[in-house]
């Protein structure tokens, strides 16, 4: 069992930038890590996974703007988000699962998940 926090969510205008932080109570080292997105009214959505490779997947929505990091010592996943478009607009969820292989972007892939933070991107 993992808890997720995440922080950083907010209001900001149309090619802006954020930079969301999820801690894990647990050692996020033992886990495959993601970031999700659930815009309004749609299902949720993959953005970026972290595999077990130390690489990174990416959502094509995503590809070049956001990039997601991990920090082993300080149990955190980080998603900067850069060039926000109004269609980022969602709620962002921090999730985890214990698996072989890391990297999924499906959420039904994951058991753990944030409470979720908001981001809102304005034209």
């Known amino acids: 069992q993992v808890e997720l926090t995440e922080s950083g969510g907010g209001a900001v205008q149309s090619g802006g930038s954020l930079r969301l932080s999820c801690v894990t109570s647990a050692s996020i080292a033992t886990y495959c890590m993601g970031w999700f997105r659930r815009p309004p009214g749609r299902e949720r959505e993959g953005v970026a996974a972290?595999?077990?490779?130390?690489?990174?997947t990416y959502a094509a929505s995503v590809t070049g703007r956001f990039t997601i990091s991990q920090h082993n010592d300080n149990n955190t996943l980080i998603l900067q988000m850069n060039s926000l478009k109004p269609e980022d607009t969602a709620m962002y969820y921090c999730?985890?699962?214990?698996?072989?292989?890391?990297?999924?972007?499906?959420?039904?892939?994951?058991?753990?998940w944030g409470q979720g933070t908001q981001v809102i991107v304005s034209s």
């Open positions: 999730a985890a699962y214990r698996g072989v292989f890391c990297g999924s972007l499906r959420p039904h892939d994951y058991e753990y």
């Open positions: 972290r595999d077990s490779y130390s690489a990174s």
